[in-house]
């Protein structure tokens, strides 16, 4: 899963979605181009409010070991084969594990010597909930609210676009990936095939490229006649 992805929901609409306090103080905006580092709604359990708290934080996960925050551009992203036994998101699976709210996501295929932007999104223009982690990492200044989302490997027609996709929980498991004592092979079982069904392929345009672009026009389907052919073979390259 390339590092970009779309969250434009407000926070009211979020927290009556996942039935969860608002603890964003405002600080919620919506975003169409996500990059790493940058501010994103999670949902965690919260054992002080007793139950599902909306909070914003930091996307690219810290372990509270971590020095300081500059390799967290690196960790906006956790494999689910390895995630329960990596050093740095093995305590966050354990004990902090957060739903992340998104529109979709983008990737890029690489086609007749230029590149191809997709946005994966449901059809029914539904919420998704990837999979994610938080960690609350304690620095020289305040206490800092970060998270990564969980990738596996690309499933159906997503894998002619990339080799991973975030890990996608419809509503069904919220609340055992929340808090759940599932093993670790329940908890980050593949989506079925009538989810990734419901998952649109839609061409976009450049834009989403440079990080500086926000807004609804980075996720409209670019006219067929600017469009880059899907590979004939899935991509093998993961970006992070």
């Given at each position: 899963?390339?590092?970009?992805?779309?969250?434009?929901?407000?926070?009211?609409?979020?927290?009556?979605?996942?039935?969860?306090?608002?603890?964003?103080?405002?600080?919620?905006?919506?975003?169409?181009?996500?990059?790493?580092?940058?501010?994103?709604?999670?949902?965690?359990?919260?054992?002080?409010?007793?139950g599902?708290?909306?909070?914003?934080?930091?996307?690219?996960?810290?372990?509270?070991?971590?020095?300081?925050?500059?390799?967290?551009?690196?960790?906006?992203n956790?494999?689910?084969?390895?995630?329960?036994?990596?050093?740095?998101?093995?305590?966050?699976?354990?004990?902090?594990?957060?739903?992340?709210?998104?529109?979709?996501?983008?990737?890029?295929?690489?086609?007749?010597?230029?590149?191809?932007?997709?946005?994966?999104?449901?059809?029914?223009?539904?919420?998704?909930?990837?999979?994610?982690?938080?960690?609350?990492?304690?620095?020289?200044?305040?206490?800092?609210?970060?998270?990564?989302?969980?990738?596996?490997?690309?499933?159906?027609?997503?894998?002619?676009?990339?080799?991973?996709?975030?890990?996608?929980?419809?509503?069904?498991?919220?609340?055992?990936?929340?808090?759940?004592?599932?093993?670790?092979?329940?908890?980050?079982?593949?989506?079925?095939?009538?989810?990734?069904?419901?998952?649109?392929?839609?061409?976009?345009?450049?834009?989403?490229?440079?990080?500086?672009?926000?807004?609804?026009?980075?996720?409209?389907?670019?006219?067929?006649?600017?469009?880059?052919?899907?590979?004939?073979?899935?991509?093998?390259?993961?970006?992070?």
């Open positions: 899963m390339c590092g970009r992805y779309a969250t434009t929901r407000s926070a009211a609409d979020l927290s009556a979605l996942f039935e969860a306090y608002d603890d964003t103080g405002g600080r919620l905006a919506a975003d169409y181009n996500v990059a790493p580092t940058d501010p994103v709604p999670i949902v965690r359990f919260s054992a002080e409010l007793g599902s708290a909306l909070s914003v934080a930091r996307w690219g996960l810290l372990p509270h070991w971590a020095k300081d925050t500059r390799g967290a551009a690196r960790m906006i956790a494999r689910a084969e390895t995630v329960a036994t990596t050093r740095a998101y093995a305590r966050s699976f354990a004990r902090r594990r957060c739903l992340v709210p998104a529109d979709g996501w983008y990737e890029w295929v690489r086609r007749d010597g230029g590149r191809q932007a997709y946005f994966m999104t449901p059809r029914d223009g539904a919420v998704l909930a990837f999979a994610g982690l938080w960690s609350l990492w304690r620095g020289a200044g305040d206490p800092l609210l970060t998270c990564s989302v969980v990738t596996t490997a690309a499933l159906g027609d997503l894998a002619m676009v990339h080799d991973r996709m975030p890990l996608l929980l419809p509503r069904r498991r919220w609340s055992d990936w929340l808090d759940g004592d599932d093993d670790p092979a329940v908890l980050l079982a593949p989506p079925d095939g009538e989810s990734l069904a419901e998952i649109e392929i839609r061409p976009v345009g450049r834009g989403v490229g440079d990080v500086r672009n926000d807004g609804p026009e980075l996720v409209a389907r670019v006219p067929a006649a600017l469009l880059r052919a899907l590979p004939e073979e899935p991509i093998a390259t993961t970006l992070f």
